[in-house]
């Protein structure tokens, strides 16, 4: 592990794709960065094995085992406090963080969500955008603040959406790009080139008045 690398919280609630695209770049050289910990909601979230193969520590924190959002956050800030982390990653983490949550880790969370936001915030968005007839569809990461999927964006990637689509298939092609933005987005944020200030995503201290879209020379930066 090189010194001085970005230590990161990895939460999840499912088959954990994304991680392990994380994984792998970190694996790879492209991101000098350290999974310290990998939480879970789901006790069988498939994400939890691909945490193990990598030696990655893991922590299942069951919402269903709390009465209140207040305990179940108060347990996932005690697992978070063992770590010195720097960053945390949502990475198909389904439960809604509350104000108090994101404030105290302010600037320091990302999320990574199946649209192309501001379009289609919560839950269906393959289904919702196949009803629309939409032509188009993709991914953003974006910085966590208390306004569900309305962070400032960092990068977004786009998907043709063809009319045989079914949401499976439409999804498969949208994961594609997830794992190279959600990388990326690491990649600088774990460089110092990707900051929350003043309310705006920054890359290279410039504010972001949108996504940076992906790009095939994007791309080359993690080959
Ligand atoms: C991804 O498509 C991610 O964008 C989405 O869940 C999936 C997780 O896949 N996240 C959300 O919908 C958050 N609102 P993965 O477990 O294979 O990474």
Same mark, same amino acid.
């Given at each position: 592990?090189?010194?001085?690398?970005?230590?990161?919280?990895?939460?999840?609630?499912?088959?954990?794709?994304?991680?392990?695209?994380?994984?792998?770049?970190?694996?790879?050289?492209?991101?000098?960065?350290?999974?310290?910990?990998?939480?879970?909601?789901?006790?069988?979230?498939?994400?939890?094995?691909?945490?193990?193969?990598?030696?990655?520590?893991?922590?299942?924190?069951?919402?269903?085992?709390?009465?209140?959002?207040?305990?179940?956050?108060?347990?996932? &800030?005690?697992?978070?406090?063992?770590? @010195?982390?720097?960053?945390?990653?949502?990475?198909?983490?389904? #439960? *809604? $963080?509350?104000?108090?949550?994101?404030?105290?880790?302010?600037?320091?969370?990302?999320?990574?969500?199946?649209?192309?936001?501001?379009?289609?915030?919560?839950?269906?968005?393959?289904?919702?955008?196949?009803?629309?007839?939409?032509?188009?569809?993709?991914?953003?990461?974006?910085?966590?603040?208390?306004?569900?999927?309305?962070?400032?964006?960092? &990068?977004?990637?786009?998907?043709?959406? @063809?009319?045989?689509?079914?949401?499976?298939?439409?999804?498969? #092609? *949208? $994961?594609?790009?997830?794992?190279?933005?959600?990388?990326?987005?690491?990649?600088?944020?774990?460089?110092?080139?990707?900051?929350?200030?003043?309310?705006?995503?920054?890359?290279?201290?410039?504010?972001?008045?949108?996504?940076?879209?992906?790009?095939?020379?994007?791309?080359?930066?993690?080959?």
């Amino acid at each position: 592990m090189p010194e001085n690398s970005c230590k990161i919280a990895v939460f999840i609630s499912g088959g954990g794709s994304n991680l392990q695209s994380i994984i792998d770049h970190i694996e790879q050289g492209h991101i000098n960065a350290d999974i310290a910990c990998v939480i879970s909601n789901k006790p069988n979230a498939y994400g939890l094995v691909r945490a193990q193969k990598a030696n990655i520590p893991t922590h299942i924190n069951d919402h269903k085992n709390h009465t209140t959002r207040e305990s179940f956050e108060l347990e996932l &800030i005690k697992t978070l406090d063992v770590y @010195n982390i720097k960053l945390i990653v949502l990475a198909g983490f389904m #439960r *809604v $963080l509350s104000t108090t949550f994101i404030n105290k880790y302010h600037g320091n969370i990302l999320n990574i969500h199946p649209s192309l936001l501001p379009k289609y915030t919560g839950l269906n968005t393959h289904s919702r955008v196949l009803e629309a007839g939409d032509t188009e569809h993709g991914c953003s990461v974006h910085f966590v603040t208390s306004d569900l999927d309305e962070g400032p964006l960092v &990068i977004q990637a786009k998907v043709k959406v @063809n009319k045989s689509d079914s949401p499976d298939v439409l999804a498969a #092609r *949208v $994961l594609e790009k997830e794992h190279i933005i959600y990388p990326l987005a690491v990649k600088w944020f774990c460089e110092n080139r990707l900051a929350f200030k003043n309310s705006k995503a920054h890359l290279d201290d410039s504010p972001l008045e949108q996504a940076v879209l992906l790009t095939q020379d994007l791309e080359t930066l993690l080959k």
